[in-house]
């Protein structure tokens, strides 16, 4: 018991202490993790409402296989971009593997399907109420599409909060394509898989603290938008 | 755009046939109401001739373009403003911005919501809502507008106003083809009745004939059964 009250209380001198290695490590996992958010978001959202308001062949295996690639393991993908990535691999000659950027890339895989599959769920819910009016005033599917986005924005940043908080909380991914190197690809989820199994407790509870309230933070913010939009538009 | 020249017009979902070869010329001028019970095939025969269904069989011939528009029975309301709502409608109509808010003004005057202009759309009452609904139609200044059962869900002060609405825009030159499940505002709002039964066209008569002397019997039970 002892061991661990003094974990916490070191944890807690790194975090109120604005540690140097913690600020990096929580630094590059905010950038790798936002950036891949935020490329997954530009192609998952026109993905989802495609999906949602667009009739063509094949819509329903690939909402089905969407749907089912958001429970893809994070490992499979960090190997599947290390082969890719790796020197004999397709894209070895960009040099990119074990660096923040293959990070991005891997983290990006993981939640495009996340992204996709659930704006496309709340797209198509919409849809279905507005498409007789939208249709009737002469909108063809793409403005359709874009006032829908418009008209869930509320659901789909929740969406995209939920994308994030995957991101930063993988660990398989990032581990394999970036290989945790000190210093250059160290994010808070592969800190605190090497330093427990080094033993050094209080930098990885101090990681695993910022990392839940992180979380925290996400959800409260997510609820109160949701809220907000509720009261406000309806 | 009128008349509306509808020839051995079908509707039918899968194996069940909603609609069974309706033919009719519909005129400019006179407010048509369409009758019939609860599955009669009035919400459909309103889709096809809007353009929102597809006809399994038969045509749907207007005469020339022009505009039409149609309000629904529960309105749909973006998530933006009462003047976004119907300007959303007019920029759709490839009007510029300029001259959609401009517009979009007169016509919220034109329902009573000025003060609502800018209150969000969803937050407006049910009777609100409709007023806002037909304002993005008439916004439009359509040469047809259909209404499906514009009414059903309100009450009867929000009714008035709806028919007082509708009264304004036959008025200002547009052509009013309803639904309705209240005969008493059919006849105060009708000049003349399409009556529908399982999906076939019964009688279409001048109002006052249809209420006084209906031709078929289908039309007697229904009035029947129907008139308190």
Redesign the interface.
């Given at each position: 018991m002892t061991d661990l009250s003094e974990a916490f209380a070191a944890a807690w001198t790194l975090i109120a202490g604005f540690d140097a290695e913690l600020a990096r490590v929580v630094g590059l996992s905010l950038r790798v993790s936002l950036s891949a958010v935020a490329i997954a978001t530009l192609i998952g959202l026109p993905l989802g409402a495609l999906l949602a308001v667009g009739r063509f062949r094949g819509r329903q295996p690939l909402i089905v296989l969407l749907n089912a690639m958001m429970g893809l393991p994070p490992v499979v993908i960090g190997l599947v971009v290390y082969l890719l990535l790796s020197r004999a691999g397709p894209l070895g000659a960009f040099g990119l593997l074990f660096t923040p950027s293959a990070m991005v890339i891997a983290q990006t895989i993981l939640i495009v399907p996340i992204i996709a599959a659930l704006s496309r769920q709340s797209i198509d819910d919409a849809w279905r109420?507005?498409e007789?009016?939208?249709?009737?005033?002469?909108?063809g599917p793409v403005?359709a599409a874009m006032?829908l986005v418009?008209?869930t924005?509320f659901s789909l940043l929740t969406i995209i909060l939920a994308g994030f908080g995957r991101a930063a909380a993988e660990v398989g991914a990032v581990m394999i394509v970036g290989g945790n190197i000190d210093g250059v690809t160290r994010v808070m989820t592969t800190t605190i898989a090497l330093e427990t199994s080094k033993g050094d407790l209080p930098l990885a509870l101090g990681l695993g603290i910022i990392l839940i309230l992180l979380i925290i933070f996400l959800n409260a913010l997510a609820a109160v938008t949701r809220g907000f939009a509720q009261r406000?538009?309806? | 755009m009128l008349p509306l020249q509808l020839e051995s017009l079908s509707f039918s979902a899968g194996d069940t046939a909603i609609i069974r070869g309706i033919s009719a010329r519909i005129e400019a001028g006179p407010r048509t109401i369409v009758l019939g019970a609860n599955g009669a095939g009035k919400s459909v025969l309103m889709?096809l001739c809007?353009g929102?269904l597809r006809p399994t069989g038969g045509t749907v011939r207007w005469q020339g373009s022009g505009c039409q528009?149609?309000v629904?029975q529960r309105p749909?309301m973006?998530?933006?403003s009462a003047l976004e709502n119907v300007v959303?409608?007019l920029r759709?109509?490839g009007k510029s911005r300029r001259e959609a808010l401009l517009r979009a003004g007169d016509v919220l005057e034109a329902v009573e919501l000025s003060h609502r202009t800018h209150s969000?759309?969803?937050?407006l009452s049910g009777g609100e809502q409709q007023r806002l609904a037909l304002a993005?139609a008439w916004a439009l200044g359509p040469d047809v507008l259909f209404l499906d059962e514009p009414t059903a869900s309100l009450d009867p002060a929000a009714t008035q106003d709806i028919e007082r609405l509708i009264a304004a825009i036959h008025a200002s030159g547009t052509k009013i083809i309803m639904t309705t499940h209240n005969l008493g505002q059919a006849r105060r709002l009708g000049d003349e009745v399409l009556f529908l039964n399982k999906g076939r066209l019964i009688e279409h008569t001048p109002i006052d004939r249809f209420f006084s002397h209906p031709a078929s019997s289908e039309a007697a039970t229904f009035l029947k059964g129907e008139l308190p």
């Open positions: 109420e507005y007789e009016q939208l249709r009737s005033l002469g909108a403005s006032t418009w008209d924005r406000r538009y309806g | 889709r809007h929102l528009a149609m629904f749909v973006l998530r933006r959303y409608g759709l109509a969000p759309a969803r937050v993005r």
